[in-house]
């Protein structure tokens, strides 16, 4: 997640950093550019709790300890990326929501990154005007564990240690992997 982060805002443009800075009610000094080192960025992110956007670790738990209320379903995007069909039908089945067979190879289309790069100027809030090259910029990679050409095992161990001192191991190595939720109404992975 943080990658993506990173990649949002070292590529801010200045109508982002305008509409973030003077939005209402905003506390914190003024946001800026990022450092130039993604790593710098990630050991930043995690020893201030998500900086400088919100409390990440705060906003995880939150939603871990209400997954097993029936209206929440807890989604992980390295599921979606491994079985987006599986996925799909998971949504549809707890939205009671049937879908017809006709319109299964569109929705599956639709949800592609192809389709979403190839479209991004429709999907993408105000169709990428917060993003120096646009739409293009927001939906970047899409790809996993970007992270492991970057941090080092002292980082991903800090890393580990802080997630399981915060959310408990389940919901860190759910977190981390998109496996191991046992709660009532999501599937085991």
Not at 12 to 28: D, F, H, L, M, Q
Not at 31 to 53: H, K, N, T
Not at 123 to 146: D, M, Q, S, Y
């Amino acid at each position: 997640m943080v990658w993506s982060l990173y990649n949002h805002h070292a590529n801010a443009s200045e109508c982002y950093y305008k509409t973030v800075n003077e939005t209402p009610g905003r506390i914190g000094p003024p946001l800026a550019p990022p450092v130039a080192s993604i790593r710098q960025y990630f050991l930043e992110w995690l020893a201030r709790d998500g900086y400088p956007y919100w409390p990440f670790w705060e906003n995880i738990k939150s939603w871990w300890d209400i997954r097993h209320l029936p209206n929440v379903l807890l989604l992980h995007y390295a599921n979606l990326t491994k079985n987006m069909p599986g996925e799909i039908r998971r949504i549809a089945t707890f939205l009671d929501i049937d879908i017809d067979p006709k319109t299964w190879p569109v929705i599956l289309e639709h949800c592609s990154m192809d389709y979403m790069r190839a479209h991004g100027d429709r999907i993408v809030p105000l169709e990428g005007a917060f993003w120096t090259k646009g739409a293009r910029t927001f939906i970047h990679k899409g790809t996993n564990g970007r992270w492991k050409q970057t941090l080092t095992d002292d980082d991903i161990r800090l890393y580990r240690d802080h997630a399981i001192a915060v959310l408990g191991v389940e919901c860190a190595r759910w977190l981390e992997t998109g496996t191991g939720m046992t709660a009532s109404g999501n599937t085991l992975v």
